[in-house]
């Protein structure tokens, strides 16, 4: 059962009736007020305020000409069930849980409202009504979009082309966005600010990594819970910002391990937890940049030991259920300026 969206109208229901079309249903609220039920889900018509103008034109008609609040036109859930009461009563009872659709909105014809929807797309209405979060640098809805939360919507091929056209946007979460599609993958390409890309639980392997490689702001990537051997991240080798990688739970091997450890500015890594071997972490001894690695939950032994004192930059490791002994650890402990975290601490 959905929760269906009720116009408030400053007018009685007895006068409404007589402007309203045929198909109207009207609720008596009060001497000078009344509710019209426009039968859309109510969530559904706040995201999109241009296109709800135009329904309450529609449903409303010619009674609309008699609503007389400044403010616009009050929505509010018909689970609300309001008492009865005069207008401005109920304007206060129910305005938290509404929202206004603004008279100059209201004022426009069919063909400014569809522009002005049209409008709205391109400033992350389309995003709102996916049920996304947007974070924009600075205040008011026109501020520029720098961060998108999509994670577990269902984005068409036209929202995704909306999505690419973002060219402030620094942070996107794609995780369990199923529709993602190859072609959606290329079209995020274009996106030369983004600095950081998740893509967890989505069924993509190392081929699709190579749709990344024009992303050349992109210094954070979140792979986890896919199909990605590792091989893959060769394509991304010229990437000049790409600096942190996320992979645990996923078909992760040695030789991939080895193409990871051929990135130039890697700094953080994140393995936890995957399959790779002493082989596989061996690679990354004579990393120069690596900073930070965590390998819980790997088949690493004591013989790993030697390549990790050996990395130059290594500043923590992260080393919860291995097969590294006390003694390997300890010997891990002694390197000045290296932070060793274990199950036990």
């Not at 999509?150 to 909306?162: G, I, N």
């Not at 081929?207 to 992303?215: G, I, T, Y």
């Not at 030991?305 to 010997?331: D, F, K, Y």
Request: hydrophobic share 45%.
């Amino acid at each position: 059962m959905s929760i269906d969206a009720v116009a408030l109208l400053h007018v009685s229901a007895a006068r409404a009736r007589k402007d309203l079309p045929d198909s109207a249903h009207v609720i008596q609220l009060g001497p000078d007020a009344c509710g019209v039920s426009l039968f859309q889900k109510h969530l559904g018509l706040e995201v999109r305020p241009a296109q709800t103008a135009a329904i309450l034109q529609q449903v409303v008609g010619a009674a609309l000409a008699l609503h007389d609040d400044p403010r616009g036109v009050l929505l509010y859930p018909d689970v609300a069930e309001p008492s009865p009461a005069k207008y401005d009563a109920l304007v206060d009872s129910l305005e938290d849980a509404g929202f206004w659709i603004e008279s100059d909105l209201l004022s426009k014809s069919s063909e400014e409202l569809e522009e002005a929807d049209e409008d709205d797309d391109r400033i992350g209405g389309f995003i709102d009504r996916l049920g996304g979060l947007i974070q924009r640098e600075g205040k008011g809805r026109t501020a520029p979009i720098v961060a998108v939360d999509l994670h577990q919507t269902k984005p068409s091929p036209e929202d995704f082309r909306r999505l690419s056209e973002i060219s402030t946007l620094r942070v996107l979460d794609l995780r369990r966005v199923a529709t993602l599609s190859l072609r959606a993958l290329v079209q995020l390409g274009k996106l030369q600010k983004l600095e950081r890309l998740t893509l967890d639980e989505l069924k993509i392997g190392d081929d699709e990594l190579s749709l990344l490689a024009k992303m050349s702001s992109l210094s954070t990537l979140s792979v986890v819970k896919t199909r990605i051997q590792g091989k893959g991240f060769a394509a991304l080798a010229e990437l000049p910002a790409l600096k942190e990688i996320v992979i645990g739970y996923t078909p992760l091997d040695d030789r991939g391990l080895r193409d990871i450890a051929k990135l130039p500015h890697l700094e953080v890594l994140k393995l936890a937890p995957s399959n790779v071997t002493d082989v596989g972490v061996a690679h990354l001894g004579k990393h120069r940049r690596l900073r930070e690695l965590d390998a819980s939950r790997t088949r690493i032994t004591d013989a790993v030991v030697p390549a990790l004192l050996e990395a130059p930059a290594l500043e923590r490791v992260t080393l919860c259920t291995t097969a590294i002994s006390a003694a390997g650890l300890a010997r891990l402990r002694k390197r000045k300026g290296l932070e060793v975290v274990t199950d036990a601490n």
